[in-house]
C-alpha cells in the first residue's frame, strides 16, 4: 500500500473515489496518465460540466479507468459498453455519456456495437484505449497488434492486418475524431474537451504503453519511459503524414485530429423530433 | 395515451405492449425475430406516443444491454426475442442479475435448436430461463395461456422486477403471441402498479447493494442523480466494490441475489387450479399447452374421472409446495410440454414420490392433441 499521502494530489481529492486506491494498474501503465487527462479536461471544463456527467466502461484494463472516478459508472460488460451507453444518452440527452474502452473490447469484441453507435451519430465520447493487445489475460494478439509481432497467440507473429480506428469511424459516421498517445498530454487533453462539447459520436483513440506485456512483446522496451519515448519519436502529425507514402508511414503512428463534422445531426435531436411526429396519433 | 378500459379484441403481442406501456415502459429494445416481431413493431408506434424511447439495436446482445443502461437512467425498460435471441441475451441477463437492474424480457418461444421452427411454437426454452446464463442466481419466469395473460403478466413482471430488483422473463409461444381474443383492460385506478424505490439517505449514506433492514433488495437511484452509483459487473461488495479473491463477501452477495428470488417463491408464484377440488390424477401445465390441457380434463371429467388442472403462471422460481400438495392428493401428474420433458423434471423432483409423475412431450411445432393427454389421464387412472 502507498502511504495515504499520495492520494492526497489536487485532481484525486476532487475527483477520485480514493478509498479504493491504491488502483490495480501495473506500475508504469499509461492509463493513469489517460485518467489524469479526462480529470484535465473536466478541471477546465467546469464543475457544471463533470456535475451531469457519467461513465460507462467495459472489461479490461481499460475498463477500470472510469471507476475511480467519484461518478455513477457502469462497468459492463466485454464489448457492450456502447450499448448501455446508447441507451442511457438516449434516455438522458442532458448527461455527459463518457465510455472508456480498450482496442480489444472496442475494435474486436465489442465492433459492431462501435460502428453502430457511430452510425446513429449518438452524442457520446468515446475513449478508446490502445495498447496494441490484451493485457488483462496475459498479453494476446488485438485488433491492433502489428503485423509481425509476437504476443502469446501469435508465437510465429502476427499474420493479421490491424484496424485503422480513425478510418473505420469515418466510414461509419463519426463525426469527432483524434488519435494521440499518452506522450502527447495536453492535446489529448484538449481533444476531450472538444469532445465533451460536440454534438455527436466522438472518438479519441489514446495509444498508451502497456510495459508489462505491449512494452516487452512488441516493442522491446519493458521501462514505460523508453515506451513513451518511441511514441514520441513513431508520432507522425497528420499534416506531415499527408505527403508521405505508404512505406514511411509503415508501424507510425498518425496523430492528430482527423475530424470534426457539424453537417450531420447528433442522435437524440433526431429522437426528439420523432417524438413530436408521434404525438397525437392514433394507437 | 393507453388503451381504454373496456374489451377489446387484441392480439397476445399487441396486448402485451399496452400492459407494458401501462406498468410504465418507457424504453424498448430489440430485434428483429420471428415470432416476436409485432412487439417491436408495435412499441415503434406507441413509445413515443408516451413519451418513451423506442431502439432498434444492432443485436440482441446490444438490445439487452440497451434496456439495462435505460433501467439505470431511470426508466422501466423491457426487450423481446425469440429462442435465438434469447439465447444471445444470456449474458447481459447474467449482468442485470448481479447488478440488480429490473428488466423485463420477452422470449415468444419457436421450436429450436439453433435457427430451428421459426413460425411454430415451443415451450423448449424453460429451462433456460431458469439456467441459461452461466453461474449462480435465481430468475423469476411468468407464462402466459392467453392474451389476456399477455396484457396482466406484462404489468406483474414489471412490478415483480421493481420489488426484487430482478429481470423478469415471460415466457410465451408462438400460439399465445399471434392469438387474438377479447382483452379485458380494467379501470387504470385497479391496476397495481409497483414504482422504483428511490433512496431516501443522502448520496454520502448510500449503499447501492445493501438491502434496508426488512428488505431484501437495495432503494435503486437513476444515474445523473448523484448517488456516485458503481453498476458493477465483476462480483462485489454491498457498496459495488471490486472485492478480489474475498470469497466470504462473493459469498454474501451471491446468496443474497439467489435468496431473494428464491426464499420469496410463495409470493412470486402464480397458478390456477381447475376442477382440482376431488381430483385423483391431476395435469400439471402451462403457456398455450395449459388450453389443451383444460380441454382433455374437461372431456376427462365428461367420461366419469376426476381429472383436475393445475396452471402454472410462474415457473420460475419453481413452487415446489404447489407440486407437493397435489402430490399428496393425487395418485397421478401429468406434465405435457412442449418440448421432450423439461419442467416435468421439477414436477418429479416436487412431487417427492408421492404421486405417479408422467410426461407427455410433443416437439416439432404443433401443440398436443387434447386426446393426446386424455389418453394418458385415462392410462393414470386406469
Known amino acids: 500500500m502507498l502511504p495515504e499521502a499520495e492520494f492526497e494530489h489536487v485532481l484525486a481529492k476532487k475527483y477520485m473515489r480514493t478509498e479504493i486506491m491504491p488502483h490495480a494498474f501495473c506500475p508504469g501503465c499509461g492509463l493513469g496518465i489517460i485518467e489524469r487527462m479526462i480529470l484535465m479536461a473536466f478541471e477546465e471544463l467546469g464543475q457544471e460540466e463533470w456535475d451531469r456527467t457519467v461513465f460507462v466502461s467495459g472489461i479490461g484494463c481499460s475498463g477500470w479507468t472510469p471507476l475511480y472516478f467519484r461518478r455513477d459508472a457502469a462497468h459492463t460488460l466485454h464489448g457492450r459498453a456502447l450499448a448501455f451507453a446508447t441507451a442511457l444518452k438516449a434516455s438522458r440527452p442532458d448527461l455527459n455519456v463518457i465510455v472508456v474502452m480498450g482496442d ?8 459492431n456495437h462501435l460502428i453502430h453507435a457511430a452510425r446513429r451519430n449518438i452524442g457520446i ?71 465533451v462539447k460536440h454534438k455527436g459520436f466522438a472518438a479519441i483513440e489514446i495509444v498508451f504503453q502497456c510495459p508489462t506485456y505491449a512494452g516487452r512483446y512488441i516493442l522491446n522496451r519493458p521501462d514505460p519511459r523508453d515506451m513513451m519515448q518511441w511514441f514520441k519519436e513513431n508520432s507522425i502529425p497528420l499534416g506531415v503524414a499527408k505527403n508521405k507514402s505508404p512505406e514511411e508511414l509503415r508501424g507510425k503512428i498518425i496523430v492528430g485530429e482527423y475530424l470534426h463534422r457539424t453537417d450531420r445531426k447528433e442522435y437524440t435531436e433526431r429522437l426528439r423530433e420523432l417524438e413530436e411526429r408521434a404525438k397525437g396519433k392514433g394507437r | 395515451m393507453y388503451v381504454e378500459p373496456g374489451t377489446h379484441l387484441m392480439q397476445g403481442d399487441e396486448a402485451i405492449v399496452e400492459g407494458a406501456l401501462i406498468a410504465g415502459c418507457r424504453f424498448f429494445a430489440g430485434y428483429p425475430i420471428t415470432p416476436a416481431t409485432e412487439i417491436a413493431e408495435r412499441m415503434s408506434r406507441r413509445m413515443p406516443q408516451v413519451g418513451g424511447v423506442f431502439m432498434q439495436m444492432e443485436d440482441e446482445l446490444a438490445s ?24 444471445l441475451m444470456q449474458e447481459g441477463l447474467g449482468y442485470a442479475i448481479i447488478t440488480e437492474t429490473p428488466i423485463v424480457i420477452v422470449d415468444v418461444q419457436r421450436g429450436g435448436p439453433s435457427t430451428g421452427l421459426v413460425t ?68 387504470y385506478e385497479e391496476i397495481e402498479i409497483v414504482e422504483r424505490r428511490r433512496p431516501s439517505v443522502p448520496p454520502e449514506e448510500y449503499i447501492p447493494y445493501l438491502p434496508d433492514p426488512g428488505e431484501w433488495v437495495a432503494p435503486m437511484p437513476a444515474f445523473g442523480e448523484g448517488y456516485n452509483v458503481l453498476v458493477e459487473s465483476v462480483m462485489h461488495d454491498e457498496f459495488g466494490h471490486r472485492i478480489g479473491t474475498d470469497h466470504v463477501a462473493a459469498e454474501r452477495t451471491i446468496k443474497r441475489i439467489y ?61 415446489d409446495h404447489l407440486i407437493e400438495e397435489t402430490a399428496n392428493q393425487v395418485k397421478a401428474i401429468i406434465v405435457p410440454e412442449m418440448n421432450m420433458g423439461k419442467i416435468v423434471r421439477e414436477v418429479d423432483r416436487a412431487s417427492k414420490g408421492q404421486a405417479k409423475v408422467m410426461s407427455v412431450p410433443k416437439v416439432g411445432g404443433v401443440l398436443h392433441h387434447p386426446d393426446e393427454i386424455l389418453a394418458v389421464i385415462k392410462s393414470a387412472v386406469r
Do not use: C
Open chain 1, 125 to 195: 465520447t468515446a475513449i478508446i484505449a490502445t495498447n496494441m493487445l490484451y493485457s488483462l489475460t496475459g498479453g494476446q494478439m488485438s485488433p491492433t497488434t502489428p503485423e509481425g509481432a509476437k504476443t502469446n497467440t501469435t508465437p510465429y507473429g502476427n499474420i493479421e492486418p490491424n484496424f485503422d480506428l480513425m478510418e473505420l469511424l469515418k466510414a461509419a459516421g463519426a463525426t469527432y475524431l483524434a488519435r494521440w498517445t499518452t506522450y502527447h498530454f495536453i492535446q489529448a487533453k484538449n481533444s476531450i474537451k472538444k469532445a
Open chain 2, 259 to 319: 435468496y431473494k428470488i428464491e426464499k420469496n417463491v410463495d409470493k412470486i408464484a402464480m397458478y390456477e387450479k381447475r376442477y382440482m377440488e376431488d381430483a385423483e390424477v391431476a395435469v400439471v401445465a402451462y403457456g398455450s399447452t395449459a388450453r389443451t390441457a383444460l380441454r382433455a380434463v374437461r372431456e376427462a371429467r365428461n367420461q366419469g374421472i376426476k381429472a383436475g388442472l393445475i396452471r402454472m403462471i410462474t415457473l420460475w422460481p419453481f413452487y
Open chain 1, 104 to 111: 480489444g473490447d472496442s475494435m474486436g469484441i465489442g465492433g
Open chain 2, 64 to 87: 439487452i444491454m440497451a434496456i439495462i443502461g435505460a433501467s439505470w437512467a431511470g426508466r422501466k425498460s423491457m426487450t423481446a426475442t425469440s429462442g435465438p435471441g434469447y439465447s
Open chain 2, 120 to 187: 411454430l411454437p415451443s415451450q423448449g426454452d424453460v429451462m433456460q430461463a431458469r439456467w441459461g446464463s452461466h453461474g449462480d442466481y435465481a430468475t423469476i419466469a411468468l407464462a402466459p395461456s392467453s392474451a389476456q395473460d399477455m396484457f396482466d403478466l406484462a404489468i406483474k413482471a414489471f412490478n415483480l422486477a421493481e420489488t426484487y430488483r430482478n429481470p423478469v422473463i415471460i415466457l410465451a409461444d408462438e400460439v399465445i403471441a399471434h392469438v387474438r381474443e377479447p382483452v379485458k383492460v380494467p379501470p
